[in-house]
């Protein structure tokens, strides 16, 4: 397999796990998708196999939510639970009445909460509170996210598509995720008119 025919499929993340653990990448059943995709991404290149990450991926020890969330506690084992997430929810209310949430905040809160900790910053959960209502209040547009393919389709398909439907939107994206092409919005654009009339 090329790099291109990696990049023009659409892999879902057991695949990407499989595939990562017969090259030999480390702690592969650990790893985000955006994560195992760049580590096989750097192998079909040169062959080399790398971590792509500086994370911890050592989960020992109890969960910081087992300990019984508060603003002051120390980030130590976070979890994306629905119990983290109604805390951070909550205290960013009381702090911020009337917050709305916006969308990509949660993705955008933990891979800078991630960032943090490699940089050796020691952090409490208010300090989480205080990013998230940061990144919910913030006016501009999110950058797209350079890995994902469905949702920056969908929206991009939605901004292009004036009256189309997120049922249409979805419907487009079955059928490029099907197509050697990459996969974005424009690719399925260029699809569309090659087709034979």
């Known amino acids: 397999m090329t790099w291109a025919q990696f990049d023009n499929g659409y892999w879902y993340t057991t695949e990407l796990k499989e595939f990562a653990e017969t090259i030999g990448i480390p702690s592969a059943s650990k790893l985000r998708k955006d994560e195992l995709e760049k580590a096989i991404k750097l192998f079909l290149e040169t062959g080399k196999i790398k971590s792509p990450i500086k994370r911890s991926l050592s989960t020992s020890g109890a969960k910081d939510v087992e300990r019984g969330l508060s603003l002051d506690l120390p980030v130590v084992v976070y979890t994306n639970d629905k119990e983290t997430k109604a805390f951070l929810e909550r205290e960013a209310q009381r702090l911020a009445p009337g917050l709305k949430r916006k969308s990509g905040v949660r993705y955008r809160l933990n891979r800078w ?43 991009d398909f939605l901004a292009a598509e004036k009256v189309a439907t997120r049922e249409q939107a979805m419907r487009a994206w079955e059928k490029l995720k099907t197509l050697d092409v990459p996969k974005n919005y424009r690719s399925w654009v260029k699809s569309q008119s090659s087709k034979p009339r």
């Not at 209040?137 to 949702?151: L, N, S, W």
């Open 113 to 155: 909460r991630e960032e943090q900790l490699i940089k050796g910053v020691k952090l409490t959960y208010g300090d989480l509170v205080i990013e998230y209502i940061r990144l919910n209040q913030t006016k501009e547009p999110f950058a797209q996210i350079p890995h994902g393919r469905y949702i920056n389709f969908i929206s």
